[in-house]
């Protein structure tokens, strides 16, 4: 990173990793902050919570927007917002005449799922395991994209955050159970100039 701030105007480059649920909220809080602090060149990573995690470690990013932040006194974390993950099905699905369907009931069909690594598919995999279902009919594939394909292909079922179905609300894709995990912005805890960017992302308007 190399931010400079003068007489209150912001340039350089700002290097951010989000995890992939991040990717459809992120563009708009850039686009807000850009329109005061058009000189900064901002550069996004989208990838998954382990790789997120890893490059966080590693120092490779001034900000990283993730969910299931692990806890360590090194780390700066604010939340930003609550990252709801829902059930989803096609539109008639058996699923949806049921009154009020449970994991169970949802986990003896195939599910597609993220790869390993992804938080969605941890968070997922956590809420089966404490409620002891069993999760064997899974189909993997590698994105939230490609999951909603497979979903009105008929191909499963899914749990996917609601910020990636926004546009399919109105289908009728989804049930009524909910899962919920929170993103938030991470840094390393020392003073950078990411800890300005933070305020004047959640301040810009």
Known sequence: MNLSDINGKMSGELNIAAVSSAQYVVPYLLARFRAHYPDVHVRLKVCNRSQALERLSEQQDDLVIMAMVPEDDRLVVMPILDNELIAVVWPEHPLLSMP???????????????????GVRNAFEQMAANQQVALSHCIELGTNEAI????????????????AVQLELEQGLLLSWVCLTSLSTVHGARYTPANGFLRRLLNSS
């Open 148 to 163: 909603k394909g497979g979903v009105m292909a008929h191909l499963g079922v899914a749990v996917l955050p609601r910020l």
């Open 100 to 118: 009020e369907p449970s994991l169970a009931d949802f986990a003896r069909h195939y599910v597609l799922m993220r790869e390993p690594g992804s």
